[in-house]
């Protein structure tokens, strides 16, 4: 952290620039770069660095090309930890997602299954959510898409192609797939999904699944994999339906709660 550092080249910047000049940023006056600071608080003249507008503006242009990278559905900029409504029946379900948010702990995959809109999209957005932040690569994939994304991808190329897009459902850090088992089931997807799963459990890479199918109707090879992989969880949500639409102050209300 460079404390108090000068702006660059301060006197030609102060006799060049015509009076009330409006800067962007006041600490380096647009140049991008300072002199730091010495140990003793004294300006060290023969070095520069970035000015901490542009270490600022990395971080911003950082974030945002991990948010369009991880391709969250519009609408779900609530869905964070901090604005979940944790009610006991949905603390385990929690816990475990923050934990593996964390990605500190035992937990390298995370199943929630229950009846629809149990909250169960909110805390697998919110674990991307949290891992953006620390800067780490996420992808979410709402299944049904999922897969015709990829289908798309047979007429493209390049960095679009189909090839490069199943590339990045096995490699990414973290991949949520929202929804599993609403998908059309053929021979093709189920190949698709088997081998992005098992890909992912033989490199140790985070997944979070969601699904609204019981886990013995999920094809057989899926569930098992998922229920019984080392680090893998798998938690049912018995909780109410949460009332859709309905907000105050930026939580959610569950029916319990009315
Ligand atoms: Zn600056």
Redesign the pocket.
Known sequence: MIKNPRPLDTERALSDEPEGTEYT?Q??????F?HPLKGGGKTDYSRVVP????REQMERERMQSLLKYCELPPGTEHMIFENFKVSPRLQEAYDLAVELAKDAGEISWLTLTSGASRGKTHLAVAICRRWLRKGRLARYAFVPLLLDELRRGFREEGDRSYEARFGRFLNVPLLVLDDLGAEHRTPWVQEKLDTIIDYRLMHDLRLVVTTNTPMAELPFRIASRLGRSPGSRVVFIDAPEFRKGKRSNGKVVTKEEA
């Open positions: 940023c600490v380096c006056r647009d140049a991008h300072v000015c901490q507008c542009v």
